[in-house]
T-cell receptor
């Protein structure tokens, strides 16, 4: 009964491949996010979706495409993987914007992506 | 450009003593500050927050202090317990709902 679950936990792949990371939340939240923690340990927001609509899109290469089939799911697809994409990717969710959202960010346990 | 800085990558504190984790920020528009805690192989979890209209917020063993003029905040944990060993992320936002900017984190080790 994990609140925010993401799969896979570990992903090792070759440069140039296309891969997806899946995320699901069972909290009934309206907003979902993808964060990236790079080798320098910064945790940075990549995307935010509210009720399946994109609301935040940071400066992220077009190779990264989030897809939200419904408000409980936000998947991250990455095309033509590069060495610099190696990082830990965290999915998160929060209640409707306007309700002390930042205190109610629930994170998944992360996906360690290694591009060889 | 690091808008939220945690200059100490790690900190070791004896069990029972006070742990003080520091954080500096550069963006004067930030008016909401948070601390998140992260255990290995888990995602960060919300710990405590403070609005810029306050200079202190306390929740049990955890207290956050905000010095707006110095653009500095700190998290005090007293007394420190073994379960407090984790990575602590300082974070800031403009308003309670805007995107959060996280620092790099400080790894806290509580020594027996």
């Amino acid at each position: 009964d994990t609140a925010v679950s993401q799969t896979p936990k570990y992903l090792v792949t070759q440069m140039g491949n296309d891969k997806s990371i899946k995320c699901e939340q069972n909290l009934g939240h309206d907003t979902m996010y993808w964060y990236k923690q790079d080798s320098k340990k910064f945790l940075k927001i990549m995307f935010s979706y509210n009720n399946k609509e994109l609301i935040i899109n940071e400066t992220v290469p077009n190779r990264f495409s989030p897809k939200s089939p419904d408000k409980a799911h936000l998947n991250l697809h990455i095309n033509s993987l590069e060495l610099g994409d190696s990082a830990v990717y965290f999915c998160a969710s929060s209640p409707q914007i306007g309700g002390d959202t930042n205190e109610k960010l629930f994170f998944g346990s992360g996906t360690q992506l290694s591009v060889l | 450009d690091q808008q939220v800085k945690q200059n100490s990558p790690s900190l070791s504190v004896q069990e029972g003593r006070i742990s003080i984790l520091n954080c500096d920020y550069t963006n004067s528009m930030f008016d909401y500050f948070l601390w998140y805690k992260k255990y290995p192989a888990e995602g960060p979890t919300f710990l405590i927050s403070i609005s810029s209209i306050k200079d202190k917020n306390e929740d049990g063993r955890f207290t956050v202090f905000l010095n707006k003029s110095a653009k500095h905040l700190s998290l005090h944990i007293v007394p420190s317990q073994p379960g407090d060993s984790a990575v602590y992320f300082c974070a800031a936002s403009v308003g309670r709902d805007d995107k959060i900017i996280f620092g790099k984190g400080t790894r806290l080790h509580i020594l027996p």
